[in-house]
Each structure stands twice: as structure tokens, then as C-alpha cells.
């Protein structure tokens, strides 16, 4: 929510007519008035197994188009990423 928070207070300086009655609580929640169009809430988007090694392959062929490297590094790069995207995933869901 920090990032939400920061888009809300940017709006409120750069359009006080439309953001306004900003107000920050202790705890760091926020309150203020704000045009409905403003907001949008999505869900994480859940990716499968199958999406998964697609987007793996596809990020393989970049790598080694764009890098130049080896194999076995691309392998160790891109096994990085996925781990770090499953972390992210295993922390929003607590």
C-alpha cells in the first residue's frame, strides 16, 4: 500500500482541487478525498506451472540474444528470477 499511499500524496500536490482533506494517521494509513477514477485495485495475477516454463523459455531466448552468455549461467539467472517471483508470491499470500 506505500506505493498507493505516495501516488495519492504526489496527486495531492500536483492537483489540491481534486486530491484533497489529506490526512496521515500514526499507524501510516491515509485519509482523503479522491475522484473514484482515481482508484484501481487488481489482484495478483497467478501464474502456473505451464506459464510458468513458457515464460522461463521465452526469457532464456532474450538472455542469450541480448547477453551473449552461456547456457548454464542463462539457466542460473532465470532460476533466480523465478524463485524470486515465487518469494513475492509466498509473502503476499501471509
Known sequence: MRGFTSKLLKLAEEKPD???HV???KD???VCHAPVSYIHVSPKRKVSEKQKLAAKER???MWAEKKGISDEQEEELLDEILDSLDDEQVEEDD
Open 18 to 20: 481534486e486530491v484533497n
Open 23 to 25: 490526512v496521515i494517521n
Open 28 to 30: 501510516g494509513s491515509m
Open 59 to 61: 526469457f532464456q531466448k
